[in-house]
């Protein structure tokens, strides 16, 4: 088993940058699939990034693309997300989460992971 913990959270103003951060340990990364999910108060947990084990694929939900970039180093055991322009609509918890590389990288519910971490908030002031 993998286990994934989160860091690089805080407060911010809008239109600031953050980069989160998960680092993985118990085994390679390079064996998941792994995703950024975040969860605001009163709020489903939902999709935010994913990306595929060696990195070559990504997808972003909607309401980040063209400001969060997903990313990861296997090497390093960490995956990434660089978050730009932030809104305060991104205030949240979020989550990383990763799932075996042979059930396919394309998973957009919380539902299809089997590893989580145990989150890092993201407060983003207007």
């Known amino acids: 088993q993998v286990q994934l913990v989160e860091s690089g959270g805080g407060l911010v103003q809008a239109g600031d940058s953050l980069r989160l951060s998960c680092s993985a340990s118990g085994r390679t990364l390079s064996s998941y699939s792994m995703a950024w999910f975040r969860q605001a108060p009163g709020k489903d947990r939902r999709i935010v990034a994913l990306?595929?084990?060696?990195?070559?694929?990504?997808h972003y939900a909607d309401s980040v693309k063209g400001r969060f970039t997903i990313s990861r180093d296997n090497a390093k055991n960490t995956v990434y997300l660089q978050m730009n322009s932030l809104k305060p609509e991104d205030t949240a918890v979020y989550y990383c989460?990763?799932?075996?590389?042979?059930?396919?990288?394309?998973?957009?519910?919380?539902?299809?992971?089997?590893?989580w971490g145990q989150g890092t908030q993201v407060t983003v002031s207007s």
């Open positions: 989460a990763g799932r075996s590389r042979v059930r396919g990288w394309f998973a957009l519910g919380p539902a299809e992971y089997d590893y």
């Open positions: 990306i595929q084990w060696s990195g070559a694929s990504t």
